[in-house]
């Protein structure tokens, strides 16, 4: 069963860290680019992050380069998304998802997805 579960969300301070795990079982995220997204309330999903399963390709929204790093552990089986400098815009559900193919996107187009984990930016 194809399964990607995500964890690492939390309550945290404006300023404040989180490191985000998406960890598949079922499939081998090696072959698989991966994004991640994030959905506040009221608001689209909007894809924020994504690593090309070629080369480890990155790619970030503008409103997050230099505070989010995504990267992949595949002896683990798990993809990471480390998010420095959290600001209250920050807070949102996060999901990771997993598509075949070639290269990875910010849009939503991806095979699996997983439920999703809470990051919530508040003094």
């Known amino acids: 069963q194809v399964q990607l579960v995500e964890s690492g969300g939390g309550l945290v301070q404006p300023g404040g860290s989180l490191r985000l795990s998406c960890a598949a079982s079922g499939f081998t995220l090696a072959y698989y680019n991966i994004g991640w997204f994030r959905q506040a309330p009221g608001k689209e999903r909007e894809g924020v992050s994504c690593?090309?399963?070629?080369?480890?390709?990155?790619y970030y929204v503008d409103s997050v380069k230099g505070r989010f790093t995504i990267s992949r552990d595949n002896a683990k089986n798990t993809v990471y998304l480390q998010i420095n400098s959290l600001k209250p815009e920050d807070t949102a559900v996060y999901y990771c998802?997993?598509?075949?193919?070639?290269?990875?996107?910010?849009?939503?187009?991806?095979?699996?997805w997983g439920q999703g984990t809470q990051v919530t930016v508040s003094s």
């Open positions: 998802a997993a598509r075949i193919g070639y290269g990875c996107t910010l849009a939503p187009n991806y095979n699996y």
């Open positions: 690593i090309s399963s070629s080369f480890d390709i990155t």
